[in-house]
């Protein structure tokens, strides 16, 4: 007489699509269906009494604290960066900081005030400053600029050489002592 051991038999909920051992399934059905329900959305389960709550928390369109405008989910990062008609953005010219809405209307006033160029001696809009830089002072410009940003690199080399740095500090810390030093006498004396 052969003893057979059987394996544990599942079956699978129709519910939730789980493997439940079959000597539990008929409470686990029951429960199951009477309770839970999958989000068509998510495909996560979910207590059917919290189904709202669960569509409110992680899909419904949401509004814009900016704007107010409901806005998809997904789309909510897009309206913030580059739609939102709040978003703050800063003005070309002056760097003031203003809603995008506003933005127009202000570059306009912005881009009109003048500033004085020292080599044309003419004042020049700030709208056409950039083309004028180019057309009137192009080459020479960018050279200075291209320089002006070579720069801090150029130091953040000298950084990892501590030696030099800490003898430029040395010398400016001289430096700065002597000149003070010579400005206490002065007014001393
Ligand atoms: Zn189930
Ligand atoms: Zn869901
Ligand atoms: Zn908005
Ligand atoms: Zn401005
Ligand atoms: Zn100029």
């Given at each position: 007489?052969a003893?057979?051991i059987s394996e544990?038999?599942?079956t699978a909920?129709?519910?939730?699509?789980?493997?439940?051992?079959?000597?539990?399934?008929d409470l686990?059905?029951?429960h199951?269906?009477?309770?839970?329900?999958?989000?068509s959305?998510?495909?996560?389960m979910?207590q059917?009494?919290?189904?709202?709550?669960?569509?409110?928390?992680?899909?419904?369109?949401?509004d814009?604290?900016?704007?107010?405008?409901t806005?998809e989910?997904e789309?909510?990062?897009?309206?913030?960066?580059?739609i939102c008609?709040?978003?703050?953005?800063a003005?070309?010219?002056?760097e003031f900081?203003?809603?995008?809405?506003?933005?127009?209307?202000?570059?306009?006033?912005c881009g009109?005030r003048?500033?004085?160029?020292d080599?044309?001696?003419?004042?020049?809009r700030l709208c056409q400053w950039?083309?004028h830089?180019?057309?009137s002072?192009g080459a020479s410009?960018?050279?200075s600029?291209?320089?002006?940003?070579?720069?801090p690199q150029?130091?953040?080399e000298?950084?990892?050489?501590p030696?030099r740095?800490?003898?430029?500090?040395?010398v400016?810390?001289?430096a700065?002592?002597?000149?003070s030093?010579?400005?206490?006498?002065r007014?001393?004396?």
């Amino acid at each position: 007489m052969a003893v057979i051991i059987s394996e544990p038999t599942t079956t699978a909920c129709t519910n939730c699509g789980k493997d439940i051992p079959t000597i539990n399934f008929d409470l686990h059905y029951m429960h199951c269906a009477r309770n839970l329900e999958k989000c068509s959305i998510c495909g996560d389960m979910i207590q059917k009494k919290l189904a709202r709550e669960h569509y409110h928390g992680n899909h419904a369109p949401v509004d814009c604290v900016h704007c107010g405008e409901t806005v998809e989910r997904e789309n909510l990062a897009l309206h913030r960066g580059q739609i939102c008609p709040q978003r703050i953005i800063a003005c070309d010219y002056c760097e003031f900081q203003l809603p995008a809405v506003d933005l127009y209307e202000h570059q306009d006033l912005c881009g009109n005030r003048t500033e004085y160029c020292d080599e044309c001696c003419r004042y020049i809009r700030l709208c056409q400053w950039a083309d004028h830089e180019l057309r009137s002072h192009g080459a020479s410009d960018d050279d200075s600029e291209a320089s002006r940003l070579d720069e801090p690199q150029a130091r953040e080399e000298g950084a990892s050489h501590p030696n030099r740095l800490m003898l430029t500090a040395v010398v400016t810390g001289a430096a700065i002592l002597l000149i003070s030093f010579f400005l206490h006498r002065r007014t001393g004396g």
